[in-house]
C-alpha cells in the first residue's frame, strides 16, 4: 500500500508544478502544447488562453532517438485511416469527375459553349469561389451576344488619391462583346459623364491623358506566371474581338494605363503563348468510310486471320467454329 502511494507521488511530482496557477502540483499534461496543469478549470482556463484544442499533433516532428512504441504505433495507425481515406475517395462518386467534366447548368453550358466559338477559353469556377460569386457575365441566347462582366483596373493613379496602393478598382457588370474598348470606358474619362466628375480626382492622370493615349492590358490567365504578365488589347477592335484567343475565368481583368507599357509588375506577352500550360489536344480526324468498316470488324478479322493460320484448313466450315473461336478468345485474354 505505502509502495503504491510513493509510485504515484513520484509521477505526480514527475510534472512538477500546475503552469497554470502555480498552487498545486501538476497532474496532466496537455496532449498538443504539453502545458502542465492540475485540475480541469485549469485545463479550460489554458485551453482559452492559448487557443488550444488539446488534441495531439500526429504530424509532429519527433527525432528517431525519442521515438517509443507509443509513437510507432500512432504512425501506424496514422497511415492506416489515410490508407482508407484514399480508398474511400475512389469510391465516391462525387470525385470522379473534375471541374472540367462536371454537368454545367444549362445557363453556363451554353456560355461556354457560345465561347469557345469565339475562340476563347472560358473557365468557369465551382460555386464557392468568390470570382464565381461576383460573376454577372450575361449570355443573350436569342440575340446570340455576350454581356461580360468586366473589371477595370486603372493603374498609376495620383499620389494624393491613393489609399493602399496605385490601382483604382472599377467594375461593369454588364459590357457588351460588340462595344469598342475605347467607347466602353468612355464614361470614367470623359468628363461630361457623372462617372467621370464623380471620380476625377482618383482618374485625374487618365482623363488628362485623354482616351486616345490610354492603353489597355488583359490580365494573363492560364499560363506560366500569370500573375505578373498580361496582353496588350486594341482600343479601336470590339471587347469580342480583344479576348479571342483568350484563357478567360469567369470575366476579364483589364489594366488602364495613360503609357504605352504595361503596368508596374507585369510583362507583355502574345497570344501565341497562351497555351503554355494546357496540355496539348490531339485532333482526331474523321476516317473514311472503308477503314470505319475494318475497325468495326476488326475482331472478326483477326478470328479469320488466326484460323488461316491452320494450313490446309477451310475457315468457311462451321464445324470448325469453336475450335477456331476458342484460339481467339485465348489469344486475346494473352
Known sequence: MMAAETSTKTSTLRLGMCEVCAAK??????P???????????VQIHKKELGCDGQRDRTKFVPLSEMTSREFMSDYCFLEECTRYAENRKTDRCK????????????QHRMRTAARKRNINLRLQLENFSRHKENTTYLNWK??????????????????????????????DRC????????????????QQETAKDHRKLLANHQTAGIDQLSFWLRAEGVRRS????????????L???????????????FVTYESKPPGGYEAIDSS??????????????????????????????YHDLAAAFAGEDVSEPEDDEEFEALYREHVEL
Request: charged share 30%.
Open 25 to 30: 502540483e501538476a497532474r496532466y499534461a496537455c
Open 227 to 238: 500573375s505578373t504578365r498580361c496582353y496588350r488589347l486594341q482600343a479601336t477592335k470590339t
Open 273 to 302: 503563348d497562351e497555351m503554355e500550360d494546357e496540355e496539348p489536344i490531339i485532333t482526331k480526324t474523321k476516317p473514311s468510310a472503308t477503314p470505319i468498316a475494318e475497325d468495326a470488324d476488326e475482331p472478326h478479322d483477326v
Open 176 to 191: 457588351d462583346e460588340e462595344v469598342t474598348l475605347s467607347d466602353l470606358i468612355v464614361k470614367y474619362v470623359d468628363l
Open 143 to 172: 440575340l446570340g451576344r455576350f454581356y461580360w462582366r468586366v473589371e477595370w483596373l486603372f493603374a498609376n493613379i495620383p499620389l494624393e488619391a491613393q489609399h493602399t496602393r496605385d490601382v483604382a478598382r472599377f467594375v461593369d
Open 32 to 42: 498538443k502544447c504539453e502545458v502542465k496543469t492540475c485540475s480541469l478549470p485549469c
Open 96 to 107: 470522379r469527375f473534375t471541374h472540367d467534366q462536371r454537368n454545367l447548368p444549362v445557363a
Open 240 to 254: 469580342g474581338e480583344n479576348l479571342a484567343g483568350k484563357t478567360i475565368v469567369e470575366f476579364p481583368t483589364i
